[in-house]
């Protein structure tokens, strides 16, 4: 199949903008809580609809006594928390616009994201930010204002904006129209210089109103109960921006979470319990890892596997039911899944807070068997896809009919067309208006309203779509073999002691792959194995752990032909890192600069 269609569900409003919703909120339900905020001992506390809009509403005034003026643009560089969110909905109601920076960018990549959007000012969240941007601010001209949020930036906007009748937030909200840019959110970028995505109002309407028309039933733990959601995604990207506006929207209470690691992160699933999360594989990845080593170590690893499996083939069952392939699970399958319900399945619902019952995930691919688990255990997982230049998703599995392994048919309102050569395009209401500055790199992936994802794909005969890899990223051996890297590197990444996986082998007689192990869950096997911790330049030598990664490797080849299997690896002794410019913000390699920073160890492989 070539193109697949889903008709509209929601359009974007003919006026308005995006902080509507914060003052229609607070008048249809004022005493509504619309968001959980952290305490300084730690506790969540409830912010209702009204005092929302009473605090962005005195943000407003406070940034428009400040100079910010309709059209600005205003960066953020900052973590998930809730000033992000009180921030952005105040820029929107004056007309402003918010320009996101990840609170890791290195200080070129700030002075290019200001320069090039032509930033006025800059909220921070703490000293080491201000510090980035003050040492490039003398070429940063049109810079005039810096607040730090550590230092009481909301509370002094707040009283600066005393003096500011409330009538003149409204007529620049009033002024507010969809065609109006939001946001300018910069590509994070596996390669070259980021491009600054301009986002307008009406594109997050269209995303958010679609997925809240068609998914809010999964919102809900159980029916009738009130949505709650923590956000945890970085929001100075698409996706996590893109929850934060349908929670506003949706009228879904939210809560935030800066720091996305199992550690921290755990913890505040359990105190704020969600009824759904939205994620990126790496998060149920690290929950299901949890799960298993904690039954490991109380001497439960065969039950583990067992209930596993027995969720998995619980999971497939069930999706041949829904697609008319099969019954359903048998009698037998339906006792033994009763059976490990309560001594598993309930206890890795616990890890996620106990009363998620859905979740989406999203950033790359998710394995087919992690997502029938999860389904077996009691969490519907509905994987999508999407890119910064549609405003997030642009395909979602459907809440009665997921298909694993799968991105899902195209959201309501959303074409997906397979082009010639394989590329995904996307055509939809909440595809973006083109790149600021840059109409070359616009009318390079724009053509009469299709973008061109840059990404391949298959849609199956029921408009399931398939991510297969990038365009840029297909390894060419000196044989002339074209091979996909990315299905390769993910099931050696789903071995449970594997960090992370770059497959080479372009103008190589062979394909070969670099990988990390994940440190946590390596120290937690030579534990069971009655082994002393080791330093990383012994442990890349351990014949036992290469053994184990020979076996994901072995795993990953039954997926491909002999010509585009890996012939060898090499363990590296450190995770690649965003610090030492290896992973992009949203984690995604960076492939050209593993490759040149690893050049030793990848010639090694062909010697």
């Not at 790496?282 to 170590?297: L, S, T």
């Not at 590329?423 to 973006?432: C, T």
Request: proline share 6%; with cysteine; net charge negative.
């Amino acid at each position: 199949m070539r193109e697949f269609t889903v008709p509209p569900l929601a359009t974007a409003p003919p006026v308005g903008g995006l902080a509507d919703a914060v003052f229609d909120n607070a008048r249809s339900d004022p005493d509504r809580v619309a968001l959980s905020r952290k305490d300084h001992q730690g506790e969540w506390r409830d912010v209702t609809a009204g005092e929302f809009r009473d605090e962005v509403l005195a943000l407003a005034k406070g940034l428009l006594s400040e100079g910010v003026r309709f059209g600005d643009r205003v960066a953020i560089m900052c973590r998930t928390r809730y000033e992000w969110t009180l921030f952005d909905f105040a820029l929107w109601a004056v007309g402003a616009q918010s320009v996101p920076v990840y609170p890791t960018s290195s200080a070129e990549q700030v002075f290019w994201m200001l320069h090039d959007a032509e930033v006025s000012a800059c909220v921070v969240e703490h000293e080491d930010h201000a510090m980035t941007i003050g040492s490039v601010i003398d070429r940063l001209p049109l810079l005039k204002r810096l607040w730090q949020l550590d230092k009481s930036a909301v509370a002094e906007l707040t009283t600066a904006g005393e003096r500011i009748e409330e009538e003149v937030v409204q007529r620049h909200r009033r002024a507010v129209t969809p065609e109006s840019v939001a946001t300018i959110i910069y590509t994070s970028g596996t390669t070259g210089r980021p491009k600054g995505c301009v986002i307008t109002h009406a594109n997050f309407m269209y995303e958010t109103d679609t997925l809240i028309e068609r998914w809010e039933p999964v919102f809900h733990s159980k029916p009738g109960d009130e949505p709650a959601t923590l956000l945890f995604l970085p929001l100075a990207h698409v996706f996590g921006r893109m929850v934060q506006v349908a929670a506003i929207r949706g009228r879904v209470r939210m809560g935030h979470q800066p720091v996305l690691q199992a550690s921290a992160l755990l913890p505040d699933l359990a105190s704020f319990r969600p009824t759904f999360i939205l994620a990126v594989p790496y998060i149920f990845e690290k929950v299901f890892n949890a799960a298993r080593r904690k039954a490991e170590a109380g001497g439960k690893s065969g039950p583990f596997d067992k209930a596993a499996d027995v969720a998995v083939r619980y999971a497939e069952a069930l999706e041949h039911r829904a697609f008319g392939l099969g019954p359903g699970p048998s009698a037998t399958l339906r006792v033994q899944h009763q059976f490990f319900e309560k001594v598993v399945y309930q206890k890795v619902r616990d890890a996620m807070g106990g009363r998620v019952r859905h979740a989406m995930s999203g950033g790359s691919g998710m394995d087919r068997r992690l997502g029938l688990f999860f389904e077996g255990a009691g969490v519907t997982i509905f994987e999508g896809y999407g890119l910064t230049e549609s405003t997030a998703a642009a395909t979602a599995n459907p809440p009665e009919r997921t298909k694993y392994g799968t991105v899902g048919q195209p959201i309501p309102g959303t074409t997906v067309r397979i082009a010639e050569d394989g590329e995904v395009w996307l055509r939809g209401g909440q595809i973006f208006a083109g790149y600021l500055n840059d109409p070359k790199s616009t009318d390079a992936v724009l053509n009469d309203g299709w973008l061109a994802t840059g990404d391949l794909g298959a849609l199956d005969e029921e408009g399931y779509l398939t991510i297969t890899g990038r365009k840029k990223e297909i390894l060419v051996t000196s044989g002339g073999k074209s091979v996909s890297p990315v299905g390769l590197e993910e099931r050696v990444r789903a071995h449970p002691l594997v960090a992370q996986c770059i497959v080479v082998g372009n103008d190589r007689p062979f394909i070969a792959a670099l990988v990390t192990v994940d440190q946590e869950a390596v120290d937690h096997w030579l534990a069971m194995h009655n082994r002393a911790p080791m330093p990383p330049s012994e442990l890349v030598r351990d014949p036992d752990l290469e053994m184990e990664i020979r076996r994901a490797v072995v795993a990953a080849n039954t997926l491909v032909s002999q010509a585009e299997s890996i012939r060898t690896f090499r363990i590296l002794a450190h995770p690649f890192s965003e610090e030492h410019g290896l992973l992009t913000p949203s984690l995604k390699l960076k492939r050209k600069a593993i490759e040149t920073a690893y050049a030793e160890e990848v010639d090694a492989l062909y010697r």
